[in-house]
Structures are given as C-alpha cells and as structure tokens.
C-alpha cells in the first residue's frame, strides 16, 4: 500500500482547508439545486470550467433535485447509461442532452 507523501505542518493544513473550502462549495451548489434557485442546465454548463463542480458525482447531483430521490435516481442514470460513479466534467454530450429531457418530464 503507497505511502502518503510527507507533507509539512503548513502543507498539511493547508490541504485540509482547501478540501473544507470545496465541501462546503460542493453543499451550497447541492443545496441551491434542492431550492431550485440553480437549474441542471446551469449546473451542466459550469462543470465545464470549474472543478469544484465537475468533480461531482452525477448521483449526488440528481438526488439533490427537487422530486427525485435516491431510487428514481439511479433509475434515471440506468436508463441514460451512465455508471453510478461518473462525474459531471465526464458526461458525454449526449448524456448530458439525455439528462436535461428526462429531468425536464418530471
């Protein structure tokens, strides 16, 4: 099993706070979405440029929409063909164009 690399003290801590930073971005874009004051087109748009919302996971996204829970969630990804661990920056176009359609139906 690889070591982790050996970070100073300020190294170290500084990680952490980058990782915090990025969780709680990642909560208030989860959260915006349930509010429905952000919309999945909007959301699809900016992982493009921003990794803080292109790493996240498709799944976690879909629950946080207004109406859709963990089950029709993931019926929605098996229906589209989209594994349960992919992420928004690795969407194909016509995934994505596939999501928007199904979530605007609901």
Do not use: C, F
Request: aromatic share 0%.
């Amino acid at each position: 099993m690889p070591q982790p690399p050996a970070l100073t003290a300020e190294q170290r801590q500084a990680a952490l706070d980058k990782a915090a930073k990025v969780r709680r971005d990642r909560a208030e874009v989860k959260e915006r979405l349930k509010m429905g004051t952000l919309s999945l087109a909007d959301l699809l748009s900016r992982a493009e440029g921003d990794d803080t919302v292109g790493k996240m996971k498709v799944l976690s996204v879909l629950e946080s929409l207004p109406g859709l829970g963990k089950v029709k969630a993931r019926r929605l990804m098996e229906t589209v063909g989209i594994s349960e661990t992919r992420r928004l920056q690795g969407l194909g176009a016509n995934q994505r164009e596939a999501l928007l359609s199904h979530t605007a139906r609901s």
